[in-house]
């Protein structure tokens, strides 16, 4: 792809063709561990570095694939690392990797990470094929940070609730109460409530890039103004 950039893969991976926002992928995941910020940041973790381990490796041996066979070798790649990064995890934050349970090795399943190995690392280099990766996987991960932010300060009120499950006992102070004697709000921490709060967040998206192509439009406009209307007594 001669004319692939760092530029346009930041911008297609973070907002313009984000996983989760654009290409509505990874959702099954994506909803059930967004209840809150932590869960949803020790996901978006995991996915991130299998993104960039599987891009790397296919595309460092793309070569060397036979087109018949390399859907099933992506895939083994594919859940290699993600045995890996289960195992690390089960070692070093056993309690946060208890509450992910099987969408921990479920990574396998995730069409996002599958499809970037097929469509993207498969036809780049090494370099381009591992900033897709981090992009892809820093575009999944916020929309997992910023869903469980969401539902965590509505559904309980709190941010960063359980963050020494990530980070150790040190980490305790992370953990914020905004809001005191908070009853909280049922719905926004049951599963309707992660639909709720992604068509919010997607609604907000598509909000912002109708306001973004309107002030583009007018902006053209504005620079190239129509000759009809300015010399309507021209042919």
Known sequence: MSNTSYRDITQQGLWQNNVAFV????????????NNTINGLGLGLATLLVLLCSNLTVSLIRYWVRPEV???VFVMIIASFVTAIDLLMSAFMHDLHKILGIFIPLIVTNCAIIARAEAFASKNSPGYALWDGLMMGL?????????????????????FDQAHLMFGDGAAWLSIT?????????????????????????????WLDQKKSTRTQALLATNNPDPQRLHPDQP
């Not at 290409?23 to 967004?34: E, F, H, I, T, Y």
């Not at 905004?178 to 919010?200: E, M, R, T």
Request: some cysteine.
């Open 23 to 34: 290409q509505l992928l990874g959702l099954c995941p994506l909803l059930a561990v967004s």
């Open 70 to 72: 390399r859907v099933p």
């Open 178 to 206: 905004l809001f005191d004697d908070y009853q909280g709000f049922l719905l926004a921490i049951l599963p309707p409530g992660a639909f709720i709060g992604l068509g919010l967040l997607i609604a907000a998206k598509n």
């Open 139 to 159: 575009g999944f991960m916020a929309v997992l940070v910023v869903l469980g932010a969401l539902r965590e300060l509505l559904g309980q009120g709190t941010l």
